[in-house]
C-alpha cells in the first residue's frame, strides 16, 4: 500500500504532513480501546420494557393512510430482506417528524427499545448512540470515549432484535448506510426533506399537505381544546386554513398563537397575516406564508416576553438540534429568566423543549435569518441574532478554572454550533475570535475523519481573511490552502485542483518562486494532480520541486529528501519501475546517512522501496524488505504505532501477493484489530485493511466472508469519505469484482457499471483508476457472453491505456491481451468452435489511493 509523502502544509497543523510511500502519519488519529469486559457486554445487557428517548407526543390528525403505509413496509418481509426499512420525505415543516413520533407512541407496544435519532449529520448521529449507551450503561458510559460508546451502541444493536430507530431531518442519505446496511435485526424509520438519493430497493412515501377537513379539525382542537366550535367558528377556522395553504407547521404555529391568545378571533387573526404580506415579498410560498404567522407572533411576543424573541432569534443561528439553555444564556443573565422565555417560546410552538436543550425547525432558523422588512429603524433583529450566537458560542469555549485550554465535552458540544454558524455566514461579515475557533474545529472534524465537514468552517475563513487581510496576504494564501487541502480530502478535485493552482500563483508572485510555502504548494497541486490521474503534469511538477529543493535547500535536505521520495512514487504510479526503483534507492541510502538508520523517515523509505520491488514482482527482495522494516518498525516507534502498523499491513500483503495465504490471513486480521482500535473504526487505513483482509477471504476461496466484510467496507466509506471519493469508488469495485468471483454476474455488472460512471464524473475519462473500471466491466461482460460489448470496451480501454500510461506499461499489456482472447472466443463462436475462457483480471492491491 503506496501513497506520497506528501507537502508540509504552512502553518495550520490540522494539515500535517501526507502519508508518504510508508504511510507516514504526521497526525495519528488516536481512539480508545474497549475494554474486555465491554465488548462483551452488548450481548448481556437488556432493556427495560419500554425504553425509548420519544420526545412528547404532538397532535396529529388525519394521516391514516400514510400511518398504515408505514407499518405495512416496515413489518412486511420481502424475499432476502432482514431489517426492514421506510422513508418519509417532504417540505419542512409537512409534518414527518409528527408522522414518525405518532407511528413509534402508537405501537411502542411493539417494539422492545425505540430510539430517536437526530440525523442531520454524522456527527449528530453519533451522539444520538451515545444517549443510547448512556442509557443502558450509565456508569460504564461516563468513562468512556466518545468513539467507544458509538461502538457499544452499535454492537448492543447488532445483538438485541425488535428495536426500532428513527432517525429524523436526515440531509444525506448516504450517512445512514454504515447503520441502515450494518443493523439488521429491526426496524428503520427515516424522516427527510431529500427526494432524491434514496436506494432504488427502499420505499418511500411522499408526504403533501393536509386535507381541508383534517386542517380545519387541527386548528379547531389546538385553538378550542375541549370545547366544540360553532358551525360559524369551523368556517371562518376552514377560511384560515385555506389562507395558509393547509400546511401543518403554519396551522400548528397559528394554532398556538390563538391558545395564548384568546381574546383574538379567527378573522383577526387573519386580517393581521393579510396586513404583514406585502411585507414579505421574499423566498418560498411556504416561507412566506411562515413569515406572516411569525411576524404577528412575534410582535406579540415583543409586548409579552421581549426575551423569548431574543433567544429565537439567537437559536436561528445555530445548530437546530440539541442545544443547550446554557449556550443561550448571556453572562449576567439570570437562568430562570431564560428558562421562562424558552417555555413562552414553547408555547407558541416555535421550539420544541427538554428543559435542558431546546431544538428549533430548520425552515424556522431559514426564514428568522433572512431579513424581514419591517419598517423599524432598529438594527435589524436578524444580524443582532448573529451577534448574540457568535458571542455565546465563544463564551462557552473559555477555559474552565484552572485550565488553559477548552475541554474535549466544550468541543464536543460546540463544533456543530460552528460548523452551523461558518455555513450561515452573511457577506462581508467577520470576527477574528470566530475564525481561530473555526480552525480549530475543523482540526477536530479532521482528526475525527469527519473531514468534509471542515469544508464550511475552512470556506469562512479564507472569506474572512480575503476581506480583513487582503486577497494575497500570506495568511489568506494558508487559509486558501487548507480549503484546497479540504476539497482534496473530500474527494472534490474538481475544486482543489483550480484553488491549489490560483494559490500557487499567488504564492509565487508574493513570497518568491522558491519560498518554502511556494515549494509546499507546487508539491501539493503536484499531489493532487497525481490523485486526478494527471500523471504527466503531476511528474513534471515534482521534478521542478525536487530541482528548486536542490538548489535552495540543499541535495540532502530533509524537505529535498521528500520531494525526491514523491517523485520517485509518481514515476512509480506511471508504471515507469525503470526510473521509480533507483530514485527510491538513491533516497533511502541519503536518508540513512542523513537521518539516521532508524529515523522514521528512513523508514517509510525503506518500506517504499519493498513497495516498488514488489510492483516490479520481486516479491523475495519485497518480503525480505517489508520484514526488516518491521523490526526495526516495532523496535523504535512501538508495536501499534500508526506507521508498524502500516509496515505490518504490507508485508501481510505481500504474503498475500505470493500465495501464502496461511501467513497472510492471521497477519491482516491482527493489523485489522490494531487498527481499529488505534486508529478508529472508520479512519481510512482501517478501511484499507478492512479490504485487505476481504481479498485475502476471496483468495482464499471464502467468499462467505469476504463478501460481507467489502460490504461492509463500502458502507463506512461512503459514510467516512462520500459516495464519490476515489477510496469510494475502490471500494464499490472490489465488492464488485467478489460478486463476479462468486458467479453473480448481474450484481457485478451493475455495480461495475455504476463505478465506472462515476468515475469518469469524479476522476475523468482516461484516469487509471477509470481505465481499470472499464476494463473489469469489459471483463465482466465478456464473462456474461456479451462479447460485443466487451471488445467494444477493450479496444477503447486499450487505446487510452496507451495514450496515458504507455505501450509497455503492465495494465496497457492486459488490456492487449484481454482484448485478444475476447477477439478469439469471437472468432470461435462465429465459427461454432470452442474457445478457451477469458483470463482473470490481475486484482488491484488495496491502498489509501488505489
Known sequence: MSSDEGAPRPRIEAAGQRSIAAEQIGNAYTGDVLPAEALHAPGKVTAAPGTSNLPPIALCLGREDEMSWLRRILTSRHEGAIAQSGTVHGLGGIGKSTLALHYA??????????????????????????????????????????????????QWLAWHPDWLLIYDNVENPDDLTPYTGALHQGHHLTTSRRTTGWPDSA???????????????????????ETSPTPREQAKARSLVAELGYFPLAIKQAGAY??????????????????????????????RTLAR??????????????????VLYTAAWLAPDDIPHNLLTPPGTDPDDIAEAVGTLAAYSMVTDTGTTLSVHRLVQTVLRTQQSTGDTQPLRHLQGRDRAEQT??????????????????????VPHLVALAATTPPAHHNASLANAYETAAYRLYKQGHTARTIPLYEATVAQSEQVLGDTHPDTLVSR?????????????????????????????????????????????AYAYKEAGALGRAISLYEATLAQSEQVLGNTHPQTLLSRNNLAYAYKAAGDLARAIPLYEATLVQREQVLGDTHPNTLASRHSLAGVYEAAGDLERAISLYEATLAQSEQVLGDTHPQTLVSRHDFAYAYKEAGDLGRAIPLLETVLVQREQVLGDTHPHTLVSRSSLASAYEAAGDLERAIPLYEATLAQSEQVLGNTHPQTLVSRH???????????????ISLYEATLAQSEQVLGDTHPRTLVSRHHLAGAYEAAGDLERAISLYEATLAQSEQVL???????????????????????????????SAPKAVRQKPSTTE
Not at 472490489?734 to 457485478?748: F, K, V
Not at 485478444?820 to 468452435?833: F, I, L, M, P, Y
Open 393 to 414: 458560542v465563544l463564551h462557552s469555549l473559555t477555559p474552565p478554572p484552572g485550565q488553559d485550554t477548552s475541554t474535549e465535552d466544550q468541543w464536543d458540544t460546540l
Open 293 to 310: 404567522i411569525w411576524n404577528v407572533t412575534l410582535h406579540t411576543m415583543e409586548r409579552a416576553d421581549p426575551l423569548a424573541v431574543e
Open 806 to 836: 504507455g505501450d509497455t506499461h503492465p495494465r496497457t499489456l492486459a488490456s492487449r491481451h484481454h482484448l485478444a482472447n475476447a477477439c478469439r472466443q469471437a472468432e470461435a463462436v462465429q465459427h461454432g468452435s470452442t474457445a478457451t
Open 203 to 225: 420505499p418511500t412515501l411522499t408526504l403533501g399537505n393536509l386535507d381541508p377537513d383534517d386542517a380545519t379539525l387541527l386548528l379547531c382542537q389546538l385553538v378550542f381544546k
Open 258 to 287: 390563538l391558545a395564548q391568545n384568546r381574546g383574538i378571533s379567527l378573522d383577526t387573526y387573519r386580517r393581521r397575516l393579510d396586513t404583514k404580506l406585502a411585507k414579505t415579498a421574499h423566498g418560498t410560498d411556504t416561507e
Open 481 to 525: 490552502h487548507n480549503l484546497a487541502s479540504a476539497y482534496q480530502e473530500a474527494g472534490d478535485l474538481a475544486r482543489a485542483i483550480p484553488l491549489y493552482e490560483a494559490t500557487l500563483a499567488q504564492s509565487e508572485q508574493v513570497l518568491g518562486d522558491t519560498h518554502p510555502n511556494t515549494l509546499a504548494s507546487r508539491h501539493s497541486l
Open 105 to 154: 407512541h402508537r405501537h411502542r407496544g411493539d417494539y422492545a427499545l425505540i430510539w430517536w435519532i437526530n440525523a442531520a449529520s454524522p456527527d449528530e448521529i453519533e451522539t444520538s448512540l451515545i444517549g443510547l449507551t448512556h442509557t443502558l450503561v450509565p456508569s460504564w458510559a461516563t468513562m468512556a470515549s466518545r468513539k467507544a460508546q458509538v461502538a457499544w451502541a452499535m
Open 734 to 748: 472490489n465488492l464488485a469484482y467478489a460478486h463476479q468471483t462468486a458467479g453473480d454476474l448481474e450484481r457485478a
